[in-house]
C-alpha cells in the first residue's frame, strides 16, 4: 500500500522528468534556430564576399564608379552589409579591395554618412595611388576625403591632407590637379578664418596669363564666406565678364557656368540688403527655367521673408514642391526612403503663410520641415517654427524649439547672426533683459 506522501514524490518526479524532457526539447530548437542563423549568416557572408570580388573584377572609368555607387545606395540596407564585410576584409588585407571598388564603397559610405568606414576606403584608395604613382587616382580619393574632413569641421586634418599631396614630387602629376588640392586648401584655410592667406594664395592662381581669370569664381567665394560681400560683388561680376568673352567655352557652358553665378550673387545680395538686386538676378533665371524648384522656392521665399508679394510667393513655393515632386518621380535612381518634400521649400510654404497669419496651416507644414533628420534641424527652420509657435501662444514650445535651434551647426555668417536674434527672442519670452 503506497502512503499518499510517497505518491506525491512520484508525481513531483514524473512532473520534472517531462520538464527536463520539454527544456532539452526547446534547447533543441534554439539550437536548431541558432544553428539555422549562423549557416544563414555564414551563406549572406559568403554572399556578399562574391559581390565584392565581382566589383574587384570591374576596372571602370569614372562613370561605374559613380553609377555603382548610386545602384548600391537604392538600398541602403544591403549597402551597410556589405560595407562592413568589405571593411573587414580591408583590415586584414588593404590588397583585397581593388581601387574602384574601395573608391565606390568609400562614395556610398560618405552619401549614408558612415564616414569613419568610408574614410578606411579612401585611404586604402590613397595608397594604392601612391604605390602606383596614379594622379588620376590619388585627386579621386582626395576629392571624397577632403570633403568629409571639410563637412566635419575637421581642417586641420583636411589641410594636412592637401599639403601631402601638394608635397609630393611626381613629374607626371599635372598642373591642374595641384590647382584643385590648392582651391581645397584656400577654402579650408577660409574656414579657418585665414582669410588674408587664402586670398593672397588665390590672386596668385589667378596670375596665370592664360585660364587664370577662372579663380575668379574660388576669390568671390572667399569674399562672401568671409563676409565681404560687396567686394564679393565685383569679383563674381568680373568672373561672369570674363566667361561671357571667353570663346573657347561651348555656348551652352558658359550659359550654365553663368546661371551658377547669378545665383550666388542673388544671396550675397540679400546679404548685402538688396532685395530687389536679388529679385532680379532670379526673376532672370526663371525666365530661362520657370519650372526649376530651386529658383520658384528662392524667390517666392525672398518675397515672403521681406513681406512682399504674398499671394505670389507662395503660388511660386507650391510650384517648386511640385516640379520637384515630377523630378523625383521621373528620377529611377531615388531609393523610397530619399522620396520626400524637400524640407527647405515645405519650411519656405510654412513660413509665407505665417505671413500671411495662416498659422495652423503654418505650424503643420513646418512641423513636417523640422521632421528631416538632415536638413530639417537647420537653425532657420527651426526659429520659424518657433515664431509660429509664439504667435499661437505655445510660448513654452517656443522657447524649446529655440533653444533646440541654438544647437544646431552654424557657420555661415547669416546662420550666426540669426543665432543673436535667438537668444534675444528667448530673453524676451521668459522676461529676461
Known sequence: MIKAGNGDVYMRSVLLNRLVLALAAVALVCFSAR???DKSAADDKKSLEKEIQ????????????????????????????????????????????????????GLAATEIKEHKVALRFLQICDKQARKNERPDWLLQ????????????????????????????KWDNMPERSKSQVRES?????????????????????????DLGWAFLELKGWVLNAAGRYEEA????????????????????????????????????????????????????????????PTFNNDLGFVWADHDMHLDEAEKLIRKALDEDRKQRKADKDLSPEDDHDNAAYVDSLGWVLYKKKQYAEAK?????????????????????????????????????????????????????????EII?????????K
Not at 571593411?87 to 588585407?93: F, V
Not at 586648401?185 to 596669363?209: F, W, Y
Not at 565678364?241 to 544671396?267: A, W
Request: aromatic share 6%.
Open 141 to 168: 580619393a582626395f576629392k571624397v576625403q577632403w570633403a568629409i574632413y571639410f563637412d566635419e569641421k575637421r581642417y586641420e586634418d583636411a589641410i594636412k591632407l592637401c599639403q601631402d599631396i601638394l608635397d609630393l
Open 35 to 37: 544553428a539555422a542563423d
Open 364 to 420: 503643420k507644414y513646418l512641423l513636417e520641415a523640422a521632421k528631416d533628420k538632415v536638413e530639417g534641424q537647420h537653425i532657420e527652420i527651426l526659429d520659424h517654427l518657433a515664431d509660429v509657435q509664439m504667435a499661437m501662444g505655445d510660448k513654452a514650445d517656443a522657447v524649446a524649439t529655440w533653444k533646440k535651434a541654438l544647437d544646431s551647426e552654424t557657420s555661415s555668417q547669416r546662420d550666426l547672426k540669426r543665432r543673436g
Open 54 to 105: 565581382e566589383m574587384n573584377q570591374k576596372t571602370g572609368d569614372d562613370d561605374w564608379v559613380q553609377s555603382k555607387a548610386i545602384e548600391l545606395l537604392k538600398n541602403k540596407d544591403h549597402l551597410k552589409k556589405l560595407i562592413a564585410v568589405a571593411d573587414d576584409m580591408g583590415k586584414l588585407d588593404a590588397g583585397s579591395l581593388k581601387f574602384n571598388t574601395a573608391l565606390t564603397l
Open 233 to 292: 560683388v565685383k569679383v563674381y561680376q568680373d568672373y561672369i565678364d570674363h566667361i561671357e568673352k571667353e570663346d573657347r567655352i561651348k555656348p551652352e557652358d558658359q550659359q550654365r557656368y553663368i546661371d551658377q553665378t547669378r545665383y550666388v550673387l542673388s544671396n550675397v545680395y540679400i546679404e548685402l540688403g538688396n532685395v530687389d538686386k536679388a529679385v532680379e538676378m532670379l526673376k532672370g533665371l526663371l525666365e530661362r527655367k520657370p519650372d526649376n
Open 424 to 432: 534675444k527672442k528667448i530673453k524676451a519670452a521668459e522676461g529676461k
Open 185 to 209: 586648401l584656400i577654402k579650408t584655410m577660409t574656414r579657418q578664418g585665414k582669410v588674408t592667406e587664402a586670398l593672397k594664395m588665390t590672386d596668385e592662381l589667378i596670375k596665370d596669363e
